[in-house]
């Protein structure tokens, strides 16, 4: 099979543009994680480069298919200046790496978690993916691979996260569409939730 990941890159920057940085994090027992920056005006946007070189695994699956599943990428976008995201390099490889460590098929609808802050005095220990094909569209591959999805991260408090658990993703989407939460904040407070 050949390697996706230079199709891939390829997709984000006919997208995105020219990437203005780049970093690379290896963790014990998996492939090297990229995160590429894209600066577009006062928005920066980070993409995962990496995480669909192999496809996903339902952890209850017996034997893992190489060739079959669900591939995708993280995309975050924020509003430069008022935070230092550049931090969030190191959580993002960490997120993207999680289905080779811990096994997970990420989708939309689910909360990923951190357990620390996105970047330095970030308000945010978890994201909700989002669903994709608004920003970046999915890349098709050839038969039998499942096509690349780039998935947008929306960032969440531990209230809204723990709210998202009891009420679900869609719900939690609502509210923040009903209340204008600008969501490319690094700094926004969490959305009310009584």
């Known amino acids: 099979m050949a390697n996706?990941?230079?199709?891939?890159?390829?997709?984000?920057?006919t997208a995105l543009g020219e990437p203005d940085g780049r970093a690379a994090v290896t963790f014990l027992g998996t492939d090297r994680i990229e995160v590429l920056r894209f600066?577009?005006?006062?928005?920066?946007?980070?993409a995962t480069l990496g995480m669909s070189a192999h496809p996903m695994t339902d952890p209850t699956t017996v034997v893992a298919d190489p060739v079959r599943g669900p591939r995708a990428e993280l995309v975050l976008s924020v509003r430069a200046g008022s935070a230092d995201t550049d931090k969030a390099l190191r959580p993002l490889a960490v997120l993207a790496a999680s289905p080779q460590v811990e096994g997970l098929v990420v989708a939309p609808g689910a909360s990923l978690d951190v357990g620390e802050p996105l970047w330095p005095g970030a308000p945010f220990t978890s994201v909700l993916v989002a669903e994709p094909g608004g920003l970046v569209e999915d890349l098709e591959l050839d038969e039998p691979?499942?096509?690349?999805?780039?998935?947008?991260?929306?960032p969440m408090t531990p209230n809204e996260a723990a709210w998202k658990r009891v009420h679900g993703a869609q719900a939690l989407q609502e509210r923040w569409l009903n209340q204008g939460t600008d969501l490319r904040d690094p700094s926004r407070k969490s959305v009310p939730l009584a």
């Open 39 to 46: 600066q577009e005006g006062e928005i920066v946007r980070y």
């Open 4 to 13: 996706v990941l230079p199709l891939v890159e390829a997709r984000l920057r």
């Open 145 to 154: 691979l499942d096509p690349v999805r780039f998935l947008p991260l929306l």
